[in-house]
């Protein structure tokens, strides 16, 4: 079982900066792919960045080039480094951690942060 707490969220002016935190605990997250998905009002949740295992990223495109997803195994850390911040970035931010161990899957999320993007 692993237990995941976001932090780093708040309001932030257009084009400003925001540095979201995940702390994981009750596992190791060495083996976990992990994901920092978001859901803004009235709309799906959706996938924002993600970092395997290995250290291999990818984005959504909406936000390749001003986010940065990273990842520190000794403490159990998952960050998302938001840049140049627009107001369609406004959502919940949820942590993700995924792991699949033969036919089952490991999922598990955090309880979300608030990120409101306005002037």
């Known amino acids: 079982q692993v237990q995941l707490v976001e932090s780093g969220g708040g309001l932030v002016q257009p084009g400003g900066s925001l540095r979201l935190s995940c702390a994981a605990s009750g596992s190791a997250l060495l083996s976990y792919a992990m994901g920092w998905y978001r859901q803004a009002p009235g709309k799906a949740r959706e996938l924002a960045a993600v970092?395997?295992?290995?250290?291999?990223?990818n984005y959504r495109d909406s936000v390749k080039g001003r986010f940065t997803i990273s990842r520190d195994n000794a403490k159990n850390e998952v960050y998302l480094q938001m840049d140049s911040l627009k107001p369609e970035d406004t959502a919940v931010y949820y942590c993700?951690?995924?792991?699949?161990?033969?036919?089952?899957?490991?999922?598990?999320w955090g309880q979300g942060t608030q990120v409101t993007v306005s002037s």
């Open positions: 993700n951690a995924y792991r699949r161990e033969w036919t089952t899957d490991y999922n598990y």
């Open positions: 970092i395997t295992s290995g250290g291999s990223t």
